[in-house]
């Protein structure tokens, strides 16, 4: 199983990124799949998450009404749309896969830096 991250870098404050996360060896179709972050000297959080079938998508406080997180299951991608990026958006962004259907498998990609100027 794979999990690869793409489209990070260097914006400036009010910029906007658009990540993508390509999967692999597992069913993707049955996942549910995440968007974490983790910042220096910080926990990783979830920022956002979307159910294996796009019927629900949830986000953290800091990060409603500026990312839209969408996937595309024939292509096996996940995507997260970043508006209005600030500072405290600064972090190493991590793709997660999950069994959607209660305990089971848990995938992580190696993740993309996002570094947001002021």
């Known amino acids: 199983a794979q999990l690869v991250e793409s489209g990070g870098g260097l914006v400036q404050s009010g910029g906007s990124l658009r990540l993508s996360c390509t999967a692999s060896g597992f069913p993707f179709s049955r996942s549910d799949m995440s968007w974490f972050r983790q910042a220096p000297g910080k926990e990783r959080e979830l920022v956002a998450f979307i159910r294996y079938n796009s019927g629900f998508a949830n986000y953290t406080d800091s990060v409603k009404g500026r990312f839209t997180i969408s996937r595309d299951n024939d292509k096996k991608t996940v995507s997260l749309q970043m508006n209005d990026l600030q500072a405290a958006d600064t972090a190493v962004y991590f793709c997660?896969?999950?069994?959607?259907?209660?305990?089971?498998?848990?995938?992580w990609g190696r993740g993309t830096q996002v570094t947001v100027s002021s």
């Open positions: 997660n896969a999950r069994w959607a259907y209660g305990s089971g498998y848990e995938y």
